[in-house]
């Protein structure tokens, strides 16, 4: 009888060590922008969880992300505010391995086939100054009594209502990345068979992505309301927040797309300014904050380049306008052709250096 209790200890002793082990190893953490994504960075007192703002990915993913990514402050208004999502949850895995930072990585996608990430941290990562730490614990949670995660990515295709953090992440090939790499991160809340939108709505999208003009120029932008669930109203468009000296002209030239004519005087202030674009129509309201740049005056001749890119997925075209980014390539707009093999096109420009 004392041999066989000295053996039962030794068990349980061995048994509480692995538990020990388990629990360190899944506690591995991120760096890359970490206080952001968790929390715990001086901004995040800024994020207004008492409103949340019901939105798509179509209209998430056409957001410009800054350039360079900030180390550990936040990009207002994307990165202050919290986004809710309806959409199917395709595949998930949790980031383990030498790499890992012990995320829950969920691939989001909606009707029309555009894909973003969502991520839930662990709470054993969350600093105990995060004002998310209680909500992460909590869809982590919530994500755990419905899957059990593993490292590898399993199917689920269920439709979830996620609610979450605006982020943008660097791009290295994550699986489900939205063009601009935006996420929601970190998740605060997930609800599993919620129905997505049943009635008519609309996405808004803007070419070019980014807004330009000079001093004493003027330059244009197509906005276009995207229809969704059979959405078939008129829609209006507007922009707020133009700097000084700056003004818009909207010519409708469809039911679902206007012609946005920025106008800047001599004078005009110049920098870069967050614009949003409104857009109306179906009792629904839906915006975008879009860059403005205004240029001073050049004394010199100006000439421009372009090229055109293709991909047959998001991903790859984020790689490939990635690397043109190395010679000073930059993005003016994306477009989805159905019509082609590779039907992700992209549009780049940059300026002339010998002509």
Known sequence: MKRTA?????????????????????AQCGHERWAVKTGTDAGARNVNVTAPKQTTIGDLIVLTPPSPLPTDTRFSPVETT????????????????????????????DDAGHTMIVEIPSPACVGAGSPFAAQIAAARAAFDSRFTVSGSFQTANVPVQVTGVG??????????????????????????NTPPPS??????????????????????????????????????FGATGLPSGVTVAVTPTTKASSILSLTASSGASTGTFPVTITAAGGGKTHTASVPLAVNPV??????????????????????????????????????????????YVGYLKRLKRNF
Request: one cysteine or more.
């Open 199 to 236: 009635g008519p709505d609309f996405a808004v999208s803007l070419m070019p992505m980014n807004l330009a003009v000079n001093q004493g120029g003027s330059s244009s932008a197509t906005a276009t309301a995207n229809a969704l669930h059979g959405f078939s109203d008129s829609v209006t």
């Open 82 to 109: 919290v986004f809710v999502v309806n959409a199917t949850l395709t595949d998930y895995k949790m980031e383990s391995g030498s790499t890992g930072d012990s995320d829950y990585h969920l691939v989001l996608r």
């Open 298 to 343: 050049s004394t010199g001749t100006q000439q421009w380049e372009y090229q055109l890119i293709s991909a047959g997925t998001a991903e790859e075209l984020a790689t490939q306008a990635n690397t043109a980014g190395g010679q000073a390539w930059e993005m003016v707009s994306v477009v989805m052709d159905s019509g082609r093999t590779d039907r």
């Open 167 to 192: 982020f943008f992440d660097f791009f290295h090939h994550q699986h489900g990345v939205a063009p601009n790499v935006i996420e929601l991160h970190p998740v605060l809340e997930i609800a599993f």
């Open 6 to 26: 000295r053996m039962g200890v030794c068990v349980w002793t061995l048994v509480l060590c692995l538990a020990a082990t388990t629990s360190t190893a899944v």
